[in-house]
């Protein structure tokens, strides 16, 4: 069974950082591409961040590129997401994701797991 769990979420300033860490377990990833998305109250889960899981091109929604990086570690099965600048807009539950394809295709929307969510807000 497929879980990806998310830590590293919390309460920071506008201008800090944040590290999110996604667990990934119960088979092997090496064909997966894995991502994050983000769901503000009110408004659609959107597209953040997105990489295969072993290589390739990495892809970032214009609002985040400069500020935030995902990045995976084979050795840990994790996927991080690297968040510097926080800006309040930025405050959302964030959402590990993965599918097993290429990572153009996670980008626009087709996932076959999901991990449960960690809050991120970032205050004024």
């Known amino acids: 069974q497929v879980q990806l769990v998310e830590s590293g979420g919390g309460l920071v300033q506008a201008g800090g950082s944040l590290r999110l860490s996604c667990a990934a377990s119960g088979r092997t990833f090496s064909t997966y591409a894995m991502g994050w998305f983000r769901q503000a109250p009110g408004k659609e889960r959107e597209f953040v961040a997105a990489?295969?899981?072993?290589?390739?091109?990495?892809y970032y929604t214009d609002s985040v590129k400069g500020r935030f990086t995902i990045s995976t570690d084979r050795a840990k099965n994790t996927v991080y997401l690297q968040m510097n600048g926080l800006k309040p807009e930025d405050t959302a539950v964030y959402y590990c994701?993965?599918?097993?394809?290429?990572?153009?295709?996670?980008?626009?929307?087709?996932?076959?797991?999901w991990g449960q969510g960690t809050q991120v807000t970032v205050s004024s």
């Open positions: 990489r295969g899981w072993s290589a390739g091109s990495t």
């Open positions: 994701a993965a599918h097993e394809g290429a990572a153009h295709t996670l980008v626009a929307g087709t996932i076959d797991y």
